[in-house]
Every structure is written in structure tokens, then in C-alpha cells.
């Protein structure tokens, strides 16, 4: 009984999330300006309905003291493509996303409505035009979110920082907020080169352990470092040390 109640309970968020995804999809063909006040709210909405529906359990660890800043930028590790639902689930965040997600069926059209940002890693030119409109985004009162290995690199933190997030810290003036994030299935959740996202959906619904831990540390502050590099570096040193302490 106890296993028919959870076929149960999983196949009614499945349900839910396809509905909710329809009503989503439809309302992002409306002009984006009419979108702006409130589409990014339904999105965190939707975004937990679908960690729902993966039967996914997040859990959030605060190891910072007082609040976390009014306006921040959030980096992550981006071992999976989980992290696309999970932080904006936990989150109020506009998050930068690879170019190719614009055009992912349904999800593109969603992720855009919400006021995704988005960025062609290989194209120098994309990324300035990202960044700059980072620091716009910034500056307008949102806060971000970003991937500073530039894409999802492995369950091991990838060999350095891409400068993106520290200079849109140094030039706003905003603090970065870093979240390390892991799985206890690692195996399950990370995203291979040959997976495609509905084989990667469907893997992570699938894994006999769905639990994932995102855990926040102290804000750094742009004003501690000289340069983007110092920024960078440090940052980076302290998600291997995080790594060393929850996965090694």
C-alpha cells in the first residue's frame, strides 16, 4: 500500500508539472514587457514543481551568519543539469545559460519568459554582450546567478574560474554568494557529453537516491579583493576546499 500511495503521489506531480508547463508555455508568448513583473515568480514556481515531479528532495544548508545581502550574485558548481531548476527553485535569481538553451523545446521558450540570459561560451563577443548585460541586470535591482566553470564540467570542480561573475562584482559593487552543491548519487546526476536533457531527466527520476544538498557560505565581498584575478582565485580555492570537505 505504502508503495502504491508514492506511484500515486508521483504520478499527480507529473500531472501537475505537465499542466502547469502547458499554462507556462502559452503565457510566454505574451510580450515580454507585460512578463517582467510577475512571469519570474511563476517560473520559481514551476521550477519547484518540477523538482517535485523528479521526486527530488533539495536541501538547503546555511552556513553564514545574519541574512544573506538584499541584492547578490550567486555562483555555483555545475556538475549537473539539475542546477538549472534547483537554484532558481531555491532562489530569486535571473540565470545565465548556454545559447543552445534558448532553443530546447518548451523549456526554451520558459527559461527566455523568465528573463534568462543568455550566452555563447565559444564567441568572445556573446560573452561581453552577456556580461554587460549582467551588470545592467545588476544594477537594476536583480540578483544573478552564474557558473563560474563555464558550463557543466564533471562532479570535480573544473581546474579554474572564468573572470565573469567576480568582474560583474567588481564593477557593481555587489557581493557574490557561493553555493556548493552536491549529490549523494553523483554518478546519477552528473551530465555527461552523451546524454542528452530527456535522458538525463529521465536518469535523475530514476536514481535510488535523490538527494541533493546545496549548501551557502558567507558572501564575499568585492571590496576584500584588488583585482578580478585575486577574486577569482579565491573563490575558486575555497569551492575545493568545500569539495575536499563534502565529497573527498
Request: with cysteine.
Amino acid at each position: 500500500m505504502l508503495w502504491l500511495a508514492a506511484r500515486l503521489r508521483n504520478l499527480c506531480a507529473w500531472l501537475d508539472l505537465a499542466a502547469f508547463t502547458v499554462a507556462m508555455a502559452l503565457l510566454a508568448r505574451l510580450p515580454l514587457a507585460w512578463l517582467a513583473g510577475w512571469y519570474p515568480k511563476l517560473f520559481q514556481r514551476w521550477c519547484r514543481a518540477f523538482v517535485r515531479a523528479l521526486g527530488v528532495e533539495l536541501r538547503l544548508h546555511q552556513h553564514y551568519t545574519g541574512h544573506l545581502p538584499e541584492r547578490y550574485i550567486l555562483i555555483a558548481n555545475h556538475p549537473s543539469a539539475f542546477e538549472d531548476i534547483g537554484i532558481p527553485a531555491l532562489f530569486p535569481v535571473t540565470n545565465l545559460a548556454k545559447a543552445e538553451v534558448r532553443h530546447w523545446w518548451i523549456v526554451g521558450r520558459i527559461a527566455a519568459a523568465a528573463g534568462t540570459l543568455f550566452v555563447q561560451r565559444e564567441d568572445k563577443t556573446s560573452r561581453q554582450a552577456a556580461q554587460a548585460a549582467l551588470i545592467d541586470a545588476v544594477r537594476a535591482g536583480h540578483n544573478v546567478a552564474i557558473y563560474p566553470e563555464g558550463g557543466c564540467k564533471g562532479r570535480l570542480i573544473w581546474e579554474r574560474f572564468l573572470y565573469g561573475a567576480f568582474s560583474v562584482s567588481l564593477e557593481t559593487g555587489v557581493p557574490i554568494v557561493p553555493v556548493f552543491l552536491h549529490y549523494e548519487a553523483q554518478a546519477e546526476f552528473a551530465w555527461g557529453d552523451d546524454e542528452t536533457l530527456p535522458q538525463k531527466i529521465l536518469r535523475i527520476s530514476r536514481s535510488p537516491n535523490r538527494h541533493a544538498h546545496y549548501h551557502v557560505f558567507e558572501p564575499l565581498r568585492p571590496s576584500d579583493f584588488a583585482d578580478r584575478d585575486h577574486y577569482a582565485a579565491h573563490a575558486h580555492a575555497c569551492f575545493l576546499a568545500w569539495q575536499r570537505r563534502f565529497l573527498e
